[in-house]
């Protein structure tokens, strides 16, 4: 495997129910981002983590609760969540935190909130 | 604040025509890098290109090229002799400070025809 990869691809989920989002990277990087692309809106970051420490949350609901167990992997649990939760919901990695860092993206999870 | 524009929602162009993707930037900080990523059907956001605040030289790779304009505060991008295969969405992303959030344009999508 290489570069960013996230499972599962697409997820389908009631309200009420739990999930998890799983995004590894295999780059060596040391900080991950989760972001959010809606229909008609620019991606939206939501929370991110560097050196496996939460540096920023982006004023995102508790029903969005991140773990980052380590710098390869980054989780994003999901529960009790609306319908207009549905989105693309993209893992990135950087090498590190700083600006000049460029970014790279997993394929992302589609996920469908009935 | 920050703001990214990209005024234009879709193009549509026909194989092998020249096409520009315009990119307009609001920032404050003095630092800042900007860069441009492209998004294929499969959702996965591919990194093109860096550019600091302080290069402004353009620069060319194959048959892409771009234009970075402080004075207008601009950073354009342009597809030569396009093919289907350049059918995407494209983002523009700028990220100021030493350690800002990466803010994205809305993404102009593009369509090369056969």
């Known amino acids: 495997e290489t570069g960013v990869t996230q499972t599962p691809r697409h997820l389908v989920m009631g309200m009420t129910n739990k999930k998890s989002l799983k995004c590894e990277q295999h780059l060596g990087h040391n900080a991950m981002y989760w972001y959010k692309q809606s229909a008609k809106k620019p991606l939206e970051l939501m929370f991110v983590?560097?050196?496996?420490?939460?540096?920023e949350n982006n004023s995102v609901p508790s029903r969005f609760s991140p773990e980052c167990p380590n710098s390869s992997h980054l989780f994003l649990h999901l529960h009790t969540l609306q319908p207009e939760d549905s989105a693309l919901y993209l893992c990135?990695?950087?090498?590190?935190?700083?600006?000049?860092?460029?970014?790279?993206f997993g394929p992302g999870t589609r996920l469908t909130v009935l | 604040a920050q703001k990214v524009t990209q005024a234009q929602t879709e193009i549509s162009v026909v194989e092998k025509e020249d096409v520009t993707l315009d990119c307009v930037y609001e920032?404050?900080?003095?630092?800042?890098?900007l860069f441009w990523y492209k998004q294929p059907p499969s959702g996965e956001l591919v990194f093109l290109i860096r550019r600091n605040s302080f290069d402004e030289q353009n620069e060319i790779s194959g048959r892409y090229s771009w234009n970075f304009q402080k004075s207008t505060s601009s950073f354009n991008f342009t597809i030569t002799a396009s093919q289907v295969v350049d059918s995407a969405v494209y983002f523009c992303a700028l990220r100021g400070g030493s350690q800002g959030n990466l803010i994205f344009g809305k993404g102009t999508k593009l369509s090369v025809k056969p």
């Open positions: 990135a990695s950087s090498l590190g935190q700083s600006s000049y860092n460029e970014q790279f």
């Open positions: 920032t404050r900080d003095t630092t800042y890098y």
């Open positions: 983590y560097n050196f496996k420490e939460q540096t």
